[in-house]
């Protein structure tokens, strides 16, 4: 059964992911003497032994990770052209790096941030800053370890489909982009509580 929710439903994924092999166990990572639990900004993805091992369906949508579209694009220009290819970005790759891949973003159907440890908040800013400083206007699904508590928050984010990791329950997750009818907070598509209220008559 599918785990992406579109809009408030659950949808079949036109899209297939591309996951370069996993060669060898990483390398432990540490930011200030500790240990943490996902690549940190602006780490290398993959290496380009996985590069070079990723095999791409050669028919259908694929959504490719950025240094693979980026090693790969001449010979899948013509699926480009064709509207097939969707981007994933990792929340600890720089925006830039995308940008700067691409004329124009919107060219894109689909752009994907992967999330790999539910605690990395990253996907969040992310979001915000496709929406409105670069203006993407399509589909930006939030994929990885993504779980019910943060679909009404990725959804104000700008996010509007999200892949539920696998063995969590995706119908009990729609519910939860209802959450709350009054955010204080502005998001993507609204601004902050004290701007949307009329206290003039009170």
Do not use: C
Not at 156 to 171: L, M, P, Q, V
């Amino acid at each position: 059964m599918s785990q992406l929710i579109k809009g408030n439903a659950i949808v079949a994924d036109e899209w297939t992911r591309v996951i370069p092999p996993i060669y060898g166990d990483e390398p432990v990572r540490k930011q200030a003497g500790k240990v943490v639990m996902f690549k940190l900004h602006g780490e290398d993805t993959f290496t380009q032994k996985q590069i070079d091992g990723t095999e791409i369906p050669a028919t259908g949508k694929v959504l490719l990770p950025l240094p693979v579209w980026l090693a790969k694009k001449e010979s899948l220009a013509s699926r480009m052209a064709a509207g097939e290819i969707g981007i994933v970005l990792q929340t600890h790759e720089p925006i830039e790096n995308l940008v700067a891949a691409f004329r124009d973003l919107n060219s894109l159907p689909v752009i994907a941030v992967y999330v790999e440890k539910f605690a990395d908040g990253r996907n969040f800013t992310l979001g915000n800053l496709l929406r409105t400083r670069y203006d993407f206007k399509n589909e930006l699904r939030a994929v990885g370890d993504i779980m019910r508590d943060q679909l009404f928050f990725l959804k104000r984010s700008g996010f509007d489909s999200y892949e539920i990791k696998a063995g969590r329950n995706a119908e009990e997750a729609i519910a939860s982009l209802n959450d709350f009818t009054q955010p204080y907070q502005g998001g993507v598509n609204d601004v902050p509580v004290w701007r949307r209220i009329d206290r003039s008559q009170a």
